[in-house]
């Protein structure tokens, strides 16, 4: 009994020192902690971005060895640039299907787009009222004009709480959580390989999105 106390401790001072010591480390040490805890907790995740900007390089990775892919953005804006454009050329039509979730700006009832907007108003005073409805337009519009010729991608509308952007392929999940008045490229961004609990998540909220949009 003694040994197995001894032996309890001796991992609890390791776990301990390592998760102090990450936190004190630099951002790829400090990595660790949170692979030691998503193993043991079963979330499956293989890595957390301080933002969502950090993570382009990775997801422009992923995309590339996709067979489908999923998108619910809030606005929209990054699916015209960076990594996605290949989604929309030649390259784009290998793949199986593009699901894209952009927010509906023509909703009869209480739109959770301006509730998003006044959130980003607090730290963006050039962010003027209207101007995330009309960016998501102009967004739409841009997926619309690359689905003229195309018949794997789709773009639906949704009207709900705007907290988050998923990007979906059949082997990853990048999830990011908006902050309270913060721009999405500025929120942590988890990436979360399949298969995994934080995976199944995602991807249970985009078909909930989807479904009903």
């Given at each position: 009994?003694?040994?197995f106390?001894?032996?309890v401790?001796?991992?609890?001072?390791?776990?301990?020192?390592?998760?102090?010591?990450?936190?004190?480390l630099?951002?790829?040490?400090?990595?660790?902690?949170t692979?030691?805890?998503?193993?043991?907790?079963?979330?499956?995740?293989s890595?957390?971005?301080?933002?969502?900007?950090?993570?382009?390089e990775?997801?422009?990775?992923?995309?590339?060895?996709?067979?489908?892919v999923?998108?619910?953005?809030?606005?929209?804006?990054?699916?015209t640039?960076?990594?996605?454009?290949?989604?929309?050329?030649?390259?784009?039509?290998?793949l199986?299907?593009?699901?894209?979730?952009?927010?509906?700006?023509?909703?009869?009832?209480?739109?959770?787009?301006?509730?998003?907007?006044?959130?980003?108003?607090?730290?963006?005073?050039?962010?003027?009222?209207?101007?995330?409805?009309e960016?998501?337009?102009?967004?739409?519009?841009?997926?619309?004009?690359?689905?003229?010729?195309?018949?794997?991608?789709?773009?639906?509308?949704?009207?709900?709480?705007?907290?988050?952007?998923?990007?979906?392929?059949?082997?990853?999940?990048?999830?990011?959580?908006?902050?309270r008045?913060?721009h999405?490229?500025?929120?942590?961004?988890?990436?979360?390989?399949?298969?995994?609990?934080?995976?199944?998540?995602?991807?249970?909220?985009?078909?909930?999105?989807?479904?009903?949009?």
């Open positions: 009994m003694g040994e106390v001894i032996g401790v001796s991992s609890l001072v390791a776990t301990a020192l390592a998760v102090v010591g990450g936190m004190a630099s951002p790829r040490v400090r990595f660790w902690p692979l030691l805890l998503s193993r043991f907790t079963g979330l499956g995740i890595r957390v971005h301080p933002r969502q900007r950090v993570a382009a990775d997801l422009t990775a992923e995309l590339d060895k996709a067979r489908w999923r998108v619910l953005a809030g606005r929209g804006n990054e699916l640039r960076d990594g996605f454009v290949a989604l929309w050329e030649d390259e784009g039509r290998r199986e299907f593009v699901h894209v979730l952009l927010p509906d700006t023509n909703h009869p009832s209480a739109s959770w787009l301006e509730w998003r907007e006044d959130e980003i108003r607090r730290i963006d005073p050039g962010f003027s009222r209207g101007m995330l409805a960016q998501v337009d102009i967004n739409a519009e841009y997926i619309r004009e690359s689905a003229a010729d195309r018949d794997n991608i789709e773009l639906r509308r949704y009207n709900l709480p705007n907290l988050h952007r998923i990007v979906l392929t059949d082997r990853v999940a990048f999830l990011t959580l908006y902050r008045a913060t999405g490229r500025d929120s942590p961004c988890i990436v979360a390989p399949r298969p995994g609990l934080m995976y199944d998540y995602a991807f249970q909220l985009f078909t909930t999105a989807w479904d009903h949009a």
